[in-house]
């Protein structure tokens, strides 16, 4: 897993990651004014006789001032009856629940878990982000590295409300388009927590390690979604995925779940515009390539 915590929690990331970081644990959201940029993100439908699937890659979380839902995006949406992401829109407060319904420790704590190397980088880490040592004990070592791992977000100015699900969503509130998920909160957060311990811990360490190298793959990543670049994309954010069971857990097989959803939603007319997590759409073993396996064909919008 050399790279994986900095790409897992990158374009292709659980959708649910954004809201994991406690409230004691939110780093204050850059100041700096973004200007004004206009996006050229990568769009592709499956398409029948009388039904069309819209398959949208998206960044979780993103900077202000991007403009990116207009052209062909604009114009797939508003074709569109239904939008359908990673999991169900629900207020920040009920996710938090969620997770910390799955997160918690019982009976232990995050650091006594902790070899003493890991524990001392750890620490010294937490210092000078000013946040307790103790502040994350009660984690789970997963949780623990994903909310180490969402903070470079915030602190390059990155933000759910602008994220590429926030922004599909309003739009498709403001004209009353139906909304569905393919996963549930749960699901994604139970993924890690179904880690063996010693995977988690690792994971974790790495969060740690990769901390500093967070902001440069974050700003990589948006410009390689931004110019359209699956490939690039993919080798950001996949091909360094060398655990080959943490990477058949959160990306093939969930590519799989994916494109047998996209195959029976054929069956009925209309259009619809899926949205998921950009790494999902990239590279060998994609929604897109499971599709062509299947002889169902994917076709480039934009």
């Known amino acids: 897993m050399k790279q994986s915590i900095r790409n897992l929690l990158a374009a292709f990331a659980l ?15 850059a100041t700096t004014a973004v200007a004004e940029r206009h996006l050229k993100p990568a769009l592709w439908k499956v398409a029948d006789a009388d039904t069309t699937i819209y398959l949208f890659g998206t960044i979780h979380a993103l ?145 740690v390690r990769d901390f500093d190298k967070g902001t440069a793959i974050i700003g990589t990543m948006t410009e390689d979604w931004g110019k359209g670049d699956s490939d690039a994309l993919a080798r950001l954010l996949n091909d360094e995925m060398d655990d080959p069971d943490l990477a058949e857990a959160l990306l093939y097989k969930r590519n799989r779940n994916w494109a047998a959803w996209i195959r029976k939603r054929l069956d009925q007319p209309g259009a619809v515009f899926v949205a998921v997590g950009a790494g999902h759409l990239a590279g060998a073993g994609s929604v897109q390539d499971v599709l062509k396996a299947q002889g169902i064909a994917t076709s480039r919008v934009q």
Request: glycine share 8%; charged share 20%.
């Open 63 to 207: 900077p202000k001032g991007l403009v990116w839902l207009d052209g062909p995006v604009a114009s797939a949406l508003a074709e569109s009856g239904e939008l359908v992401t990673e999991i169900p829109d629900a207020p920040a407060a009920q996710q938090q629940q969620t997770v910390r319904a799955i997160g918690l420790l019982q009976g232990e704590t995050l650091r006594s878990l902790m070899s003493d190397a890991d524990r001392a980088a750890y620490e010294a880490l937490l210092a000078r982000l000013r946040i307790p040592a103790e502040a994350f004990d009660p984690l789970e070592p997963w949780l623990a590295g994903i909310t180490l791992g969402v903070m470079p977000y915030a602190m390059a100015g990155y933000g759910a409300d602008d994220g590429v699900e926030a922004v599909l969503r309003k739009a498709a509130l403001a004209k009353g388009k139906k909304q569905g998920a393919l996963e549930t909160v749960e699901f994604q957060l139970g993924l890690f927590d179904k880690l063996p311990r010693e995977a988690q811990l690792k994971f974790l360490g790495e969060a």
């Open 15 to 29: 959708a649910a990651i954004p809201l994991a970081a406690p409230a004691w644990a939110e780093t204050p959201a």
